[in-house]
């Protein structure tokens, strides 16, 4: 009997152990990425500093960032993306190292040497001239050994890239989601994990104390037939309770994979998508100060906030930093005309109704409380959650601008002899389903 209970505690125990196991390996391999990429200095100085092989001096790979980022990144990305240039990964796979020094140093000179492959490459782009760099060779290594970094934590696919959240900017912005996905998977991983072992330990326990019950000997008749009986499928099958679990978990699937197509659609806080044109709110907005309805010329008049035709960039463009290839796709796009192809960061359902000139012009809502503080972003996010909730929350908490606007005397009279309560955006049925949905 006392040996009996302990076998069933320590068959208890096990599936705790291996869970341990799992997840320990799995965290364990998290940050083993994490440690790849270089992402925290502390994690990459842990690193072993052999400067030829997979982990550089962290403070190299910084400087390195750097200069990549200065000088490199408008036309180059560190994944195998032909942004003007061609994708950099594994490029120091492809080339020597004194073969890049020369190239970044100065590539027309590589090419008028005759060197087989810069004349490959700058053939296959259209004999598209790359600037030179008058680099340090401690530079050039930086730089290279920054390239090395990015392509090794872009082959594992979860590793963050840059420094996440600031402002690597668009890459951030394409590869966050990803490694959000990456730990959401693992988490399902480890449950189905979990369950398939809690289902082994009940089998164990049960079989446990089956063997026990045999061994006595004081059993009634029914009891006996009871512990014969042997698990029939076909009942289980037919079973109420387990219909009804299994209908369960498939309306649980449908709900999520609804909600994933809502999020989809683009109601999704943070949503920072890569635009085609590196263009940053808060060179244009921030130091600059362009107004806002410089640009979105309709925002105070009509229902749609408009995105600028290349026509309103070219006010300024035809002038200022005609020789940078970021503009150079602007007259591009004019030549070919073929509007710049944004992608879109906000993006109601069809469902609702919301109109800008009735919030910015008759309501006085500035643009920053529901779109953050866009002079600051490089690459524009959503901010807000652009929920029903969120829209409903601010009808309820907002005063109706009422000052100067005659439309709304008799209405605050009515209110004032009705309700103690402030006049708000609610007061004015503002909470009507039907003043946002058609
Ligand atoms: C103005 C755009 C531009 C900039 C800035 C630029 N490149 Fe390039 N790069 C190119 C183009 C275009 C090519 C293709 C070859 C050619 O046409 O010259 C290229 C080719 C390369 C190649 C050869 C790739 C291969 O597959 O062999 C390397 C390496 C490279 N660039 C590195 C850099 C580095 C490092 C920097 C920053 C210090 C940089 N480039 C800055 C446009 C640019
Ligand atoms: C020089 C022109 C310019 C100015 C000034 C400007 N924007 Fe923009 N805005 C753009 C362009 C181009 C896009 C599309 C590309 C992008 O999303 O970055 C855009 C996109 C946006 C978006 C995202 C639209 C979407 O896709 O859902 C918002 C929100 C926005 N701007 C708000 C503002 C606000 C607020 C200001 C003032 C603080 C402002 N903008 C000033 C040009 C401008
Ligand atoms: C009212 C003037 C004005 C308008 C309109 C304008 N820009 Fe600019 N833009 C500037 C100024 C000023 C700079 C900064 C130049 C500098 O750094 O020397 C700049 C810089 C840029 C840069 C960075 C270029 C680089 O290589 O550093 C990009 C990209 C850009 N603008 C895109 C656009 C786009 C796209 C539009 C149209 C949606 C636009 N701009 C409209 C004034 C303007
Ligand atoms: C009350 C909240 C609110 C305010 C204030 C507001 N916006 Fe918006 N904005 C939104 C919502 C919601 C959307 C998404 C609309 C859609 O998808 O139909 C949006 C979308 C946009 C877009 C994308 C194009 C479009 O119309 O769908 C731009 C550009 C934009 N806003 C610019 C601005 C600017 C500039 C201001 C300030 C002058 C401003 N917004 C003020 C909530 C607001
Ligand atoms: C930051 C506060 C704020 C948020 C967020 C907001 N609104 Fe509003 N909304 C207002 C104010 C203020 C008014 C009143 C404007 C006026 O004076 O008529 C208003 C008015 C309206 C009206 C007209 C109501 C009427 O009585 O005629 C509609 C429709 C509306 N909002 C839809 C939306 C939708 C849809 C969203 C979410 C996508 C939203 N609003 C988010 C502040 C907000
Ligand atoms: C102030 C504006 C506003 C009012 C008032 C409002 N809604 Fe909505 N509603 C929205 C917006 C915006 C969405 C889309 C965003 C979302 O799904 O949360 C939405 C979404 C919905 C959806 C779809 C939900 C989904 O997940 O797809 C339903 C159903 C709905 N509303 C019903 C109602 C009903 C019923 C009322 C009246 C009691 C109402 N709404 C009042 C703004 C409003």
């Known amino acids: 009997m006392i040996s009996c209970k302990k076998r069933a505690k320590s068959t ?43 982990g550089a001096d962290a403070a190299v790979i910084d400087a390195g960032s750097t200069l990549f980022k200065n000088n490199c990144a408008q036309c180059h990305a560190v994944t195998a993306e032909v942004v003007v240039g061609p994708g950099l990964k594994d490029v120091h796979k492809r080339r020597s190292q004194s073969w890049l020094q020369k190239w970044i140093k100065n590539s027309s000179a590589l090419i008028q040497s005759g060197d087989k ?49 600031a ?15 990456g730990y959401v998977d693992m988490l399902l991983i480890v449950l189905v994990v979990v369950l398939i072992v809690l289902v082994i330990t009940l089998l164990i326990i049960a079989s446990v104390l089956k063997n026990y019950l045999k061994n ?8 006996q037939e009871m512990l014969e009986r042997r698990t029939n499928f076909a009942n289980i099958y037919k079973s ?49 100060q362009i107004n806002c309805n410089y640009c979105h010329t309709s925002v105070y008049k009509s229902e749609k906030a408009n995105i600028p035709s290349a026509n309103i960039c070219m006010n300024c463009h035809s002038q200022i930093k005609k020789e940078s290839p970021e503009i150079q796709k602007i007259y591009r796009a004019i030549e070919n005309n073929k509007p710049i192809e944004w992608v879109r960061v906000h993006n109601l359902p069809e469902l609702a109704y919301f109109n800008h000139s009735q ?19 490089e690459v ?59």
């Open 167 to 181: 402002e690597a900017g668009a890459q951030v912005g394409t590869n966050a989601p990803d490694a959000v996905g």
């Open 359 to 377: 919030h910015t012009k008759v309501g006085g809502v500035e643009c920053q409380t529901c779109h953050g503080p866009i002079e600051t972003m």
């Open 380 to 438: 524009v996010a959503q901010y807000s959650p652009l929920t029903m909730g969120w829209c409903i929350d601010c009808h309820r908490n907002t005063p109706l601008n009422t000052e100067g606007n005659a439309y709304y005397d008799n209405l605050v009279k009515l209110h004032e002899k009705q309700s103690k309560g402030a006049f708000i955006v609610a007061s004015n049925g503002g909470t009507e389903c039907s003043k946002c949905h058609y």
């Open 216 to 223: 006595k000997t004081d059993l009634t008749g029914a009891e």
């Open 12 to 54: 208890f125990l096990l599936p705790f152990i291996f869970i341990f196991f799992v997840v320990s390996s799995a965290f364990a391999q998290e940050t083993a990425q994490v440690g790849t990429a270089g992402v925290t200095p502390g994690s990459a100085e842990a690193a072993p500093a052999a400067g030829g092989g997979g």
């Open 240 to 288: 109420k309770a387990v219909r009804v679990i299994v209908g369960l978990i498939f309306i649980v699937v449908l709900v999520d994979i609804s909600i994933d197509k809502v999020m989809g659609v683009g109601i999704q806080q943070g949503y920072a998508p890569r635009q085609p044109i590196a263009f940053s709110h808060k060179l244009h907005a921030g130091d600059h």
């Open 117 to 165: 492959d810069a004349v490959a490459v700058y053939n296959e782009y259209a004999k598209q001239q790359m600037p030179s760099f008058a680099f340090s060779d401690d530079e050039l290594n930086a730089i290279i050994a920054y390239i090395k970094q990015e392509s090794e934590s872009a082959a594992t696919d979860m590793a963050p890239s840059g420094v996440p959240g």
